[in-house]
């Protein structure tokens, strides 16, 4: 690396380090003010409180990153622009294309630092942090959905009418297996409860047929413990679950979930997608930012400022936009995710000619 590469490079990250604590200390700042009440309704102690931001400001930071080096490369290479070094960097003959090089090591190393932390490291302290909120912050849940189906295997299909969680019970329980598309057995049950010590199931006033070709057999009994796939955590909230699952864990979620049958895999999807685009979104919004910000503006620095700004919240907005059609099944998780970073890929390049030579 040669010294102006350095010199970019140290200018880029500690802009970005500083931008980043500035951001996350105003937020929680906010956040502390705005749940302060509650925290004194649940009566917790300093040290309760701070652990939960503890786990809080490393998701936090991680979130804006992608925009945070964003800003810090406008306000960075703004100013160079506005005390003419760039000029003087470009008329040594050193190519645009060159000048480049340093900012796009500080993303790529951002974005790495970023991926690493999102897809392995924030998710335990992720898990910690929305247990602290359904316990202390949000009403208690209370699972109200009805006619729930599951896939217990191949050809084994579970019922179960409507679940209350408090008491992890299940009623109206029905299991039937099929082969080749005709049902030869149905398992039914008033209702089932979840035994925590033996981690199965307990029906009770149950009653199995078994169909064959001379007629069916039915067996029924008092009480029957089972073990089944299906497990209390299938009607537990799962509220911000797809946060606190690493990139492996999300693999599996999504896995069973599929090879269960069940909806509700798209959003894993749709996390898991995301964090895999988070070192691109860096490297390309930072593309983007030095292009923007690389000609002396007329109105000073803060004009290139204020357009980083405007451009980042339209990024936002547009990842927002994407991410919901995704999530509402109107959108491929895949291209969703990636559209944002596509379109402004192209908005990068087509700026590109524009910048000064």
Do not use: C
Not at 209 to 219: A, D, Q, S
């Amino acid at each position: 690396m040669k010294v102006i590469d350095k010199y970019i490079l140290k200018k880029l990250l500690s802009t970005f380090f500083f931008v980043v604590f500035l951001l996350v200390m105003i937020i929680v700042v906010i956040d502390i003010t705005e749940k302060m009440e509650r925290f004194t309704t649940a009566d917790l102690t300093f040290k309760q409180v701070a652990g939960f931001y503890l786990d809080y400001i490393p998701w936090l930071a991680n979130t804006i990153a992608p925009i945070t080096v964003f800003i810090a490369t406008v306000f960075v290479t703004a100013n160079l622009a506005s005390h003419t070094e760039i000029i003087a960097i470009l008329s040594s003959g050193i190519s645009f294309r060159r000048l480049m090089v340093p900012y796009m090591i500080g993303a790529t190393f951002i974005g790495g630092v970023s991926f690493y932390f999102t897809g392995w490291v924030i998710p335990d302290t992720t898990k910690s942090r929305v247990e602290f909120e359904h316990k202390y912050l949000e009403a208690k849940f209370y699972f109200s959905e009805r006619d729930n189906h599951f896939q217990e295997g191949q050809g084994l299909y579970v019922y179960v009418r409507n679940y209350v969680n408090t008491s992890n019970t299940g009623y109206n329980f029905t299991m039937e297996k099929f082969e080749n598309y005709k049902l030869v057995e149905k398992l039914t049950s008033n209702n089932i409860k979840w035994n925590d010590e033996t981690k199965k199931w307990q029906l009770n006033n149950w009653q199995l047929r078994i169909l064959h070709k001379n007629g069916e057999l039915i067996r029924e009994g008092k009480r029957l413990d089972t073990l089944l796939r299906l497990h209390p955590d299938d009607f537990a909230s799962n509220k911000r679950l797809n946060e606190a699952l690493t990139i492996p864990e999300l693999d599996q979620k999504i896995n069973d979930l599929i090879d269960r049958g069940l909806d509700g895999y798209k959003i894993y999807q749709i996390e898991k997608y995301m964090r895999i685009t988070y070192p691109f979104t860096a490297i390309i919004l930072t593309f983007i930012a030095v292009i923007v910000s690389a000609r002396r503006a007329r109105g000073g620095t803060g004009f290139q400022i204020a357009m980083g700004f405007v451009i980042s919240f339209v990024f936002i907005i547009f990842f927002v936009m994407s991410k919901s059609m995704a999530e509402g099944g109107s959108l491929n998780p895949l291209l969703a995710v990636w559209l944002p970073n596509i379109t402004f890929t192209a908005l990068g390049l087509v700026l590109y000619k524009t910048v000064p030579r």
